[in-house]
C-alpha cells in the first residue's frame, strides 16, 4: 500500500524525467485519449475546410453599427481625428488630379 505523499512523487518524478506513468485502463484520462482518436481529424471535416469567415458582412455591420452609435472604433475614430487636424492645420494632401502641374 503507498501513501498519497509516495504516489504523488512518483507522478512528479515522471514528469520531470519524462517518463510515463501507468494508467489503468478503465481511467478516464485513457477513455478520453480513446474518444479524441476516434474523432475524425479537423483535416478531413469539411466543415473544418470549407469555413471562411465572413470578412465582408462583419465589415459592414461594424460600419452601420458605427454610424448607429453603437458601436466604437476606435482606430477609425483616431484616423479621422488625425486627417481633420491636418486639415485644420492646411496640411491635407492634395486630391487626385489637383496638383502641381496645374493651375486654376
Do not use: C, W
Not at 518524478?13 to 478520453?32: D, M, Y
Not at 485519449?33 to 462583419?58: A, G, R, S, W
Request: glycine residues 4%; proline residues 6%.
Amino acid at each position: 500500500m503507498s501513501t498519497p505523499y509516495r504516489r504523488n512523487m512518483a507522478r512528479l518524478s515522471a514528469k520531470i524525467f519524462n517518463n510515463a506513468t501507468p494508467l489503468s485502463v478503465n481511467s478516464e484520462t485513457v477513455q478520453r485519449m480513446t474518444e479524441q482518436l476516434t474523432v475524425k481529424p479537423y483535416e478531413l471535416d469539411k466543415k473544418f475546410i470549407n469555413y471562411y469567415p465572413p470578412f465582408k458582412e462583419m465589415t459592414l455591420l461594424t460600419r452601420y453599427l458605427r454610424i448607429l452609435g453603437l458601436y466604437r472604433d476606435e482606430h477609425l475614430d483616431f484616423k479621422e481625428e488625425i486627417i481633420r487636424s491636418q486639415a485644420a492645420r492646411g496640411k491635407v494632401k492634395p486630391k487626385k488630379g489637383e496638383g502641381k502641374g496645374k493651375k486654376a
